[in-house]
């Protein structure tokens, strides 16, 4: 208990307690290292990180492992994979971001991408990766609708890859950064760039990234899943996506429930060599705590973007949806076994 403010009287009334919370833990870093007991045990494919120098990979790697997480689908640069294959063999899956230097000419950057499409394809990449955020949209004129892209769409689904696309960002950014209407479209409007192309290439197998950048509107994501059959998400994005889906624990395990054919198990972590391994751990731990245990525990990991303490609610979910969510819908959509 606090000390009273200097001066106060001895017999100032006792302020009320607040309600407690008796399932609330708070905890010390190192429990993020240790795995929760499983509700099922199946290997897990992480479908959504970043993979960079070998030291800082091997680190997020280590991590997966302790959660039993088999295969990582990273997101690397095209000259990286040789390397990267070499060191890590089979365990990681590529997914190999789009080369815009020659943007401002459709016909080169049709053609160069093109190549990058079926070169990387056949190396064993699985996906191409689109990053098409407000600040991205702004600076490079490209959306992902944009018709310099249909022949590299036509390309990928000749080589029966897929699509990873990162469209909006979280809804307290639309106010904090992207408040100048000169700029920037509304978070609404935006979707549009997505479902155009959902629409045109039907065929094109496409995973949006945390959670379809619209964790805070399962309504919408139900529309967009219930629209376009060739649209996944995945689950990355760790923080936000908890902040998100904790507040409304039984509308996110009925959505969970009715779409576990169609989400991804990711936590979008960046091997980097300033991070230890509780970082990567940590990221693990609360996916695991928000998919398979009942009541909450304080989050491990700090938010800029919470207004307070961000709670993790578990979700209890069935193992036959855990099954689907950790690797089978992964298995399915990149076309790869375990």
Known sequence: MAHPAAGAPKTAMKMPKPPERPREQLLPTDDVLHSLPR?????????????????????????GSLFGVARWVAIVRAPHIDQLRRHFGDRLIFNVWLDYTHAEDPRRFARENIALVKS?????????????????????????DDWRLDDVFRAINDQDISCLVHIADPDVWYKRVYNDPEKFEPKWATYRQLTNTLGRFPGLRIVVAHMGGDPERLDHLDRLLSTYPNCYLDTSATKWVVRELSPKPAEAREFFLKWSHRLLFGTDLVARKTEGLDHYASRYWVHQFLYEQTGEIVSPIPDSDAPGQVYVRGLDLPPNVLERIYYKNSEKFFRVKL
Request: aromatic content about 16%.
């Open 39 to 63: 509700k099922i045990n199946v290997p897990l494919i992480d479908a959504h990180c970043h993979a960079s120098f070998i030291r800082p990979t091997s680190l997020m790697l280590k991590a």
């Open 120 to 144: 990387v394809a056949g190396k064993g990449a699985r996906c191409i990766k689109f990053w098409y955020k407000p600040e991205f949209n702004h600076r490079s004129g490209f959306y992902f």
